[in-house]
């Protein structure tokens, strides 16, 4: 059904003035708690063969929402009551900011991709903290995104970043430095871990008790992946999310500019999943991010060494099921292979 309506109805619309109404609907969801309660009693996920602690929290699932979506922490809770086991807030920056002109987001249905250079449009550290410290009315884990103010220099990125960090790490399941997106200026640069171990230095004392992340890019070459995980490991980070979009147009047609998500990210995703566990193993959680469509892609990312799976574009072409659906067949395929529990698919072995 929901396809039918997305080809012959939201389609013909402008992808990011779905992308608001869509947010109003959730907000207005997020502020009528009977109905809220219903929609998570009906559709989050309760087997508890699919409970996972990673980094001292104790997820629902091992399947969330990736950042992009709910950039200035509006309608997490309604979200998690669509079956999300957790809800990525952001990106959102220390100040509030436009981000880049319209149109700025760009859908490519025969690819099951999307285009987007918002540029990190969000209402501010602040605005975000106050809906953040309101409590919650249906038990979701909320992890908030961070970036680079676009006007603040590279030179004064670290107090930008701190800053962002001291006014929402209290009330953040965890943080996540966002250095990989392609759509501020410079930002990737960051990357770089002679500029990435103070930035990240600075953010975990700023975090506190917090668990910290790092979120990077599929388009670092296989040598810096491998520098970035030693530097996690060595700064004692809680882990690593991969893949943000990619600025590569393989396997696309469009040439607009900004980054790239969906299906076409899924096999390097996939690659630097693999190679963050052979160097981390253990030692770091990965959260891996980039072509998960469905069940498939989520067990194949937990054979593969993730303990979190995220998704978003898939969401836009499936609907808001999509979510509840996965961990239907998560549980079916858990019960199939004679596992009690998700911790128990292990990684395997990749030539």
């Known amino acids: 059904m929901y396809r039918l ?18 947010i109003r609907l959730l907000r207005l969801l997020s502020v009528l708690p009977v109905a809220k309660r219903l929609l998570y009693g009906w559709l989050a996920p309760r087997d508890e063969a699919l409970r996972v602690r990673a980094f001292g929290v104790h997820f629902p699932s091992p399947f969330g929402l990736a950042a992009g979506f709910d950039k200035d922490a509006g309608c997490f809770e309604a979200l998690a009551s669509f079956g999300f086991g957790h809800v990525e807030v952001g990106t959102i920056t220390a100040r509030p900011q436009p981000g880049n002109p319209r149109p700025r987001l760009f859908r490519l249905p025969e690819s099951r991709a999307i285009i987007n250079r918002m540029g990190f449009n969000n209402a501010g550290a602040r605005a975000a903290a ?15 995104n961070i970036g680079k103010t676009k006007v603040v220099p590279e030179s004064e990125a ?5 800053s962002s960090a001291r006014l929402l790490a209290p009330f953040a399941d965890y943080l996540v430095v966002n250095v990989s997106s392609p759509n501020t200026p410079g930002l990737r640069d960051l990357q770089a871990v002679e500029l990435l171990r103070p930035l990240l230095t600075a953010v975990r ?17 296989d040598e810096d992946v491998d520098a970035v995980a030693g530097l996690a490991v060595d700064l004692g980070l809680a882990g690593i999310i991969a893949t943000n979009t990619t600025i590569s147009r393989a396997g696309v047609s469009s040439t607009e500019a900004g980054g790239l998500s969906g299906r076409p990210l899924k096999a390097r995703s996939l690659e630097v999943l693999r190679r963050l566990h052979q160097k981390a193993g253990d030692r770091l959680t990965i959260v891996s991010v980039g072509g998960v469509e469905n069940a498939d892609d989520v067990w194949e990312r937990l054979r593969a060494g993730a303990t979190l799976v995220q998704g978003y574009t898939g969401m836009i072409y499936e609907g808001p099921l999509w979510a509840w659906r996965i961990h239907r067949e998560l549980s079916r395929r858990l019960r199939r292979h004679g596992h009690t529990s998700i911790g ?6 990749h030539p």
């Open 205 to 221: 004392e700023a975090a506190g008790r917090t668990p910290l992340l790092v979120k990077i890019a599929p388009d670092l070459a």
């Open 158 to 162: 670290v107090a930008d970043y701190v």
């Open 5 to 22: 309506v997305f080809t012959q109805v939201l389609s013909r619309f402008d992808a990011e003035a779905v992308h608001h109404l869509t």
């Open 130 to 144: 106050r809906r953040l410290r309101r409590t919650r009315g249906v038990p979701v884990v909320v992890g908030v």
């Open 344 to 349: 128990q698919v292990t990684p395997t072995p």
